[in-house]
């Protein structure tokens, strides 16, 4: 299991949340955000629209299984 916090350092709006999604179901690991006390799981669409990307906020990325290091790199980099 890799965690990691992600400082969000861009303004995102709610066109992000497809894109996050799409990327997070082509990794074999479970992916999973921790933010505010809520645990969501990358892969729901519904579970992510709860979500606000804001800059200067943060978050914590969790990936657990054969390809999370792959995952978490990649997924991380779509915030810097």
Partial sequence: MIKQTINVEKEF???IIPYLVQSACH???SLHIESEEK???MKSIMGMTIL???RGTSF???AEGDDEQRA???IA???Q
Avoid: K, S
């Fill in 77 to 79: 980099a779509c915030f």
């Fill in 27 to 29: 990794y074999d690991c």
């Fill in 52 to 54: 606000r990307f804001v």
């Fill in 39 to 41: 645990n969501i799981n």
């Fill in 72 to 74: 978490v790199q990649e």
């Fill in 13 to 15: 709006g709610t066109d």
């Fill in 60 to 62: 914590d990325l969790i």
